[in-house]
């Protein structure tokens, strides 16, 4: 006996109710509870639809999908990383190596300079101000297309909420940049050092805010097949 | 030969299992072109008679991992009325399958000279 749409629509709920929001994973999920499901009525022809979706799930353990949610994040989180880190990788080759090396040059003659500490603040300030203006602009966004579709993926969960969240925190850290001494603006160590990471700094956000976004349509095909169905 | 499956298998829950889903899983996949989940867990029930037993809550976690390291590879279709994942071996999961089984011979062939010290002798 096979299942009914209807059966197979109350399977989605189902994970829905047990903390699966992601269409991707509930799919795969509805597909396994639904082949479970299938079997068993082989050879219990009577069990309801309810007994037989319950005895799947309980073949999951005791923390439901909650194991298989949580691994499924971390392997998407790895993934989305990689997508940045390819991204990254082509700033250091040409033709973008040239705005790299630009970039890195403004902040390392900005830094040189007698105006270095507030040319500092002003750099991550502006950082601050753009970082805050797309996190809005795509949780807008997210919302838009979870409306749209009804569907919510998870990479593109990560993209659109996530995105740079570990810059959220460091750039909380602005106000102490106030603290610095000028003295360390002296050693070119220091400069060298502050400038490159500060040109690495703006080329992460840039691409998870900016570049990552634009491109989410593209990531999110070739992440999932079922995308396009 | 049985009996060496008879050992993996009685250890279903142990350590020495989960530290070889992943073979088990790039081993299925070697054999067939593709496969998905639940086809998974009933093959493997299957090949050693109800034995040895892939847990839902392992198996995914591991099939996301090894296609989130490019070693799998997803093909969604509409069978039925749902759509269904299929997991398939890449060009880089051909080559780890090839590792992976060697790695497991090695410790097996190890193992057995370590259970049967006198028999590696003669």
Redesign the interface.
């Known amino acids: 006996m ?4 209807p059966q ?1 629509q109350n399977l989605y709920a189902f994970t829905r109710q047990h903390y699966v929001e992601h269409y991707d994973l509930q ?6 509870l ?3 499901i299938e ?1 068993v009525w082989q050879t219990q022809t009577n069990l309801s639809f309810e007994d037989a979706r319950d005895q799947a799930f309980k ?3 005791v ?1 439901g999908f909650m ?2 949610l949580e ?2 994040q971390k ?2 989180n ?2 989305y990383i ?1 997508y940045l880190w390819a991204e990254l990788k082509q700033w250091f080759t040409f033709p973008k190596l040239i705005t790299t090396i630009a970039v890195f040059l403004i902040i390392y003659m900005s830094l040189s300079s007698v105006l270095a500490k507030s040319l500092l603040i002003g750099f991550y300030a502006l950082i601050c101000v753009f970082v805050i203006y797309k996190s809005v602009l795509l949780k807008r966004q997210f919302k838009q297309r979870k409306a749209m579709s009804n569907k919510k993926w998870m990479l593109e969960e990560i993209i659109f909420k996530q995105a740079g969240g570990s810059a959220i925190i460091l750039l909380s850290q602005l106000p102490q940049f106030y603290n610095f001494s000028d003295n360390i603006f002296s050693n070119p160590y220091i400069v060298l050092g502050l400038s490159i990471f500060s040109t690495l700094f703006f080329l992460w956000m840039y691409i998870s805010f900016e570049i990552i976004p634009n491109k989410a349509e593209k990531l999110l095909n070739e992440t ?3 995308f396009c ?1 | 030969m049985h009996k060496k499956i008879m050992y993996v298998c009685n250890m279903a829950n142990s350590k020495l299992y989960k530290g070889s889903l992943t073979t088990i899983i790039l081993k299925l996949l070697n054999e067939s072109e593709k496969m998905y989940g639940y086809e998974m867990t009933q093959k493997v029930k299957q090949i050693t008679k109800g034995e040895l037993n892939i847990t839902e809550g392992a198996l995914y976690p591991a099939l996301h991992k090894l296609e989130a390291e490019g070693l799998l590879d997803v093909e969604v279709k509409k069978v039925d009325n749902r759509l269904r994942k299929y997991y398939k071996l890449t060009e880089k999961g051909n080559k780890e399958t090839v590792s992976k089984l060697e790695e497991l011979k090695d410790y097996i062939k190890t193992m057995e000279t370590f259970m049967n010290p006198k028999l590696s002798l003669e």
């Open positions: 096979k299942l009914t749409q197979i799919t795969e999920l509805v597909d396994h639904a082949n479970d079997s073949k999951f353990g923390f194991d298989v691994r499924r392997n998407m790895k993934r990689k999932y097949p079922e169905l």
